[in-house]
Structure formats: structure tokens, C-alpha cells
């Protein structure tokens, strides 16, 4: 997949590319690479600094647009996803010094509605600008300001192939190796990816995917009160690191061994009848839909908006599919919107 965004968002991921997530040359848009504090002296409002109060005089509670924190490991697709919120009408800003989304919500505010959504990129390239994320974050919370945090995730695996492509050294690796950068990074943002609304591991996902993903997530007219994704995977390829659940289908025996059965998938009516004759599959399914019910009503009020379900067998081929598909059914009915991947599926 060679075709590029005819508009890049400023400052891309320098190892997540429109090709198999191949790593691609980091630029700035403008063409100019301005220091920190130039960019923060920068955000001022005729000629004058801008307070960060959100709700001050003249700014009704009401005008202040939608936040959503994009961040996550260098070259996992961060600026990719960006980009495709900037396709769906968000306004995005790459690389802000994260003392100063305070600020870019208030000027937001002051839009008179032009600027509903703004999404703001916030990584490591800050450096010592990213100590400010926690103290911004609280500030953000106690004017009720309505935030997500996308965290992109990958494997190291992944992010070394991806630099090592592209021949760029990994922006804290100093003197080091990719993985001691690596290592320094998910040491860093730890607490973050805690806090992390929606997890995305890019692992194994080109572009596409990835937009796929972000699209599902955010490109829906109304924002439902919870979205979830249910996965089905084989145990043999991995756990799914963005995973929030995890169910284990191998209780119940497996059709690879049913001669007239195996070729198929869990998609396949007869696969999915096998499945659900063997004893404790309904009342699993039942159970466990009852729970997430249970799960739901949590999450709801904890202001979380995005669980990845993962249902996993041997292989992620018949069990783990046949169940996720019931499953997501029964989610769907009960007004959760519902998004179903068969992580595994055909790579046998």
C-alpha cells in the first residue's frame, strides 16, 4: 500500500508508513522545526498570552469542545491516527507541549462552535515538556472537560523492525539500542496506558487497519455510552496486549478433530451448532453476558467508553470465532455497539 495522505498531519510517526506499518521519514509540515518554548510562546491570542481558564467570563460551559489524548509508543501509529481524526473533521495538533491543551481548549471554546473537536498529539518527542501531562490532565478534569485518551500500542518486536527500516535511532535510545529507547519509553508512559481510554496494538496492523479501528471508534454522528470490540484469538499466537477481558474457550472440545468440520471456521452455521450442543457452552455464553452486564454498568459510570473482549481457543479458528460471534449478537441486542475481529482467523 503505497498511496500517501495528500495532507500529512505536522510531525508524523516516524515508524508506522501506509505500508505494512514500514516506518517513513518524520517531517513538519510548515517546514520550520521550532523548539519547545518557541511553540509555547507561540499560543498567544492577539499578541497577548491566553489564560488557561476554560470556563472564564464570556466562555460558556457548553462551547467547549470534545479533547482527545492521542499517544502512545514511537512508531505505533500515533500520527496515523491522527490523521484519520483529522479526516473526520477533528482539529489536530501534533506535538504540543502538554502544559498548553489547557490553552488550546479555551482558544476551542472561543471558536463560537468552529472548533467542536480537538485532538491533540502528546509523546515523548516533548521531553521534558511531558512531566506537565499529569499536572494538565487534573487541570482538564476539574474544569469538566470531556477527554479520551487513545494510547497506541505495539510490540517491541514491531517498533525495533519499523526504526531499524526507516535507519532512524529511537528518540530516547541516546548512546544506546532501539530497545534500551524502547525500554525507557514503556517505562515512561506506564501510567498513562493505565489511564487510557481505547488501547489500539498496531502490532500487525497495516494503515488501513488501523484507520479502520480509529473510524469505528469515532466516526459515528452521536457517541454511544459504550463501544466494545470482541476479539477472538488463538492462545498458540498470543494474548491480545489490548486486551481489558479475556475468556478461555478450550473447555469445550475442539471440531479441528471432527473430520467434517475442520476445514471450516467458526463463522460456518454447522461449526457454530457443534459448539453450542456441547455441554456448558449456552450457560457460558448466558453467564458471561450477564457479567458484562454487570462490567458495563462499571464502566459506564467510571466514564469508560471503549472494553476490547477477547474470546480465545487453540487456534482462533472455530470456538473462540463461533463464540465471539453469539456473543457480540447478544451485546448488539442489548444496545452496546459492537464491533467484532477475528484476530486469528484463516492463518492456519
Known amino acids: 500500500m503505497t498511496e500517501r495522505d495528500a495532507h500529512p498531519t505536522a510531525q508524523r ?33 492577539n499578541g497577548a498570552e491566553v489564560s488557561t481558564d476554560a470556563t472564564a467570563a464570556g466562555v460558556p460551559e457548553a462551547a ?60 515523548v518527542r516533548g521531553r521534558r515538556f511531558f512531566d506537565n501531562l499529569r499536572e494538565s490532565l487534573a487541570d482538564l478534569d476539574s474544569r469538566s472537560v470531556t477527554r479520551r485518551i487513545v494510547f497506541l500500542e505495539s510490540s517491541d518486536d514491531a517498533l ?16 544506546g539500542r532501539i530497545v534500551d529507547g524502547i525500554a525507557a519509553e514503556r517505562e515512561l508512559l506506564r501510567e498513562l496506558r493505565g489511564d487510557a481510554d481505547l488501547v489500539i496494538d498496531t502490532s500487525s496492523l497495516n494503515v488501513h487497519e488501523l484507520r479502520a479501528k480509529m473510524d469505528a471508534q469515532f466516526a459515528g454522528e452521536e457517541e454511544p455510552e459504550l463501544r466494545a470490540t470482541v476479539m477472538s484469538f488463538g492462545f498458540k499466537y498470543g494474548l491480545p496486549v489490548d486486551a481489558d477481558l479475556v475468556a478461555d474457550m478450550r ?55 471503549y472494553v ?36 486469528d482467523m484463516g492463518r492456519e
Request: charged share 25%; glycine share 8%; aromatic share 6%.
Open 251 to 305: 473447555f469445550l472440545p475442539n471440531p479441528h478433530w471432527v473430520p467434517e468440520l475442520r476445514p471450516y471456521t467458526g463463522l460456518n452455521e454447522e461449526v457454530s451448532a457443534y459448539v453450542f450442543n456441547q455441554p456448558g457452552a449456552k450457560e457460558f455464553l448466558d453467564r458471561y453476558a450477564e457479567l458484562l452486564r454487570l462490567i458495563a454498568t462499571g464502566y459506564r459510570r467510571e466514564g469508560k467508553r
Open 308 to 343: 476490547t473482549i477477547a474470546i480465545g481457543c487453540t487456534g482462533g479458528k472455530h470456538r473462540s470465532v463461533a463464540v465471539s460471534e453469539k456473543l457480540a449478537a447478544r451485546l448488539a441486542a442489548e444496545g452496546v455497539e459492537t464491533v467484532v475481529v477475528h484476530r
Open 160 to 175: 525495533v523492525r519499523r526504526f531499524e527500516s526507516v535507519r532512524r535511532p529511537h528518540p530516547l535510545q541516546g548512546d
Open 64 to 123: 467547549i469542545p470534545e479533547l482527545v489524548i492521542i499517544s502512545g509508543m514511537s512508531g505505533a501509529g500515533r500520527s496515523t491516527a491522527a490523521k484519520c481524526l483529522e479526516d473526520l473533521g477533528w482539529f489536530v495538533v501534533d506535538n504540543l507541549p502538554p502544559a498548553l491543551i489547557p490553552t488550546m481548549v479555551e482558544l476551542g471554546a472561543r471558536s463560537q462552535g468552529n472548533v467542536a473537536r480537538i485532538a491533540v498529539v502528546v509523546d
Open 13 to 45: 510517526d516516524p515508524a508506522f508508513s501506509e505500508t505494512q506499518g514500514e516506518p517513513e521519514e518524520t517531517h513538519n509540515e510548515s517546514g520550520q522545526d521550532q523548539p519547545q518554548e518557541a511553540q509555547a510562546e507561540a499560543v498567544q491570542e
